[in-house]
Nanobody, 125 residues
Framework: EVQLVESGGGSVQPGGSLRLSCAAS????????MSWVRQAPGKGLERVSA????????YYADSVKGRFTISRDNSKNTLDLQMDSLKTEDAAVYYC??????????????????RGQGTQVTVSS
């Protein structure tokens, strides 16, 4: 059974930092490109970051570039997202997912992507 379990969410003030983690099991983690996807209240899904299977190439949405850092440890089957300089607009449920493109062109979850249950990030003063 594939399991992706996110952790590390919470409440932080604007300008603060959080580190999200995703623990994977049931897949050959090192073979998968991985992504972080978020969904803010009342908004659609947004892929914020992705990383290749070996961890050498990363992608960031313009909205988080320079503030978020994605990383992975294939020896531990974990995926991380370091979030710095958080803004109120970063508040969302964050999901880790397999695939470089876990969303369809229509902004829905791809049937090919495994995903976790999500972790809530709240940014408010």
């Amino acid at each position: 059974e594939v399991q992706l379990v996110e952790s590390g969410g919470g409440s932080v003030q604007p300008g603060g930092s959080l580190r999200l983690s995703c623990a994977a099991s049931g897949i050959t983690f090192r073979s998968y490109y991985m992504s972080w996807v978020r969904q803010a209240p009342g908004k659609g899904l947004e892929r914020v970051s992705a990383i290749t299977s070996g961890g050498f190439i990363t992608y960031y949405a313009d909205s988080v570039k320079g503030r978020f850092t994605i990383s992975r440890d294939n020896s531990k089957n974990t995926l991380d997202l370091q979030m710095d300089s958080l803004k109120t607009e970063d508040a969302a449920v964050y999901y880790c997912a397999t695939q470089l493109l876990p969303l369809t062109s229509g902004g829905r979850w791809s049937s090919r992507a495994f995903r976790g249950q999500g972790t809530q990030v709240t940014v408010s003063s």
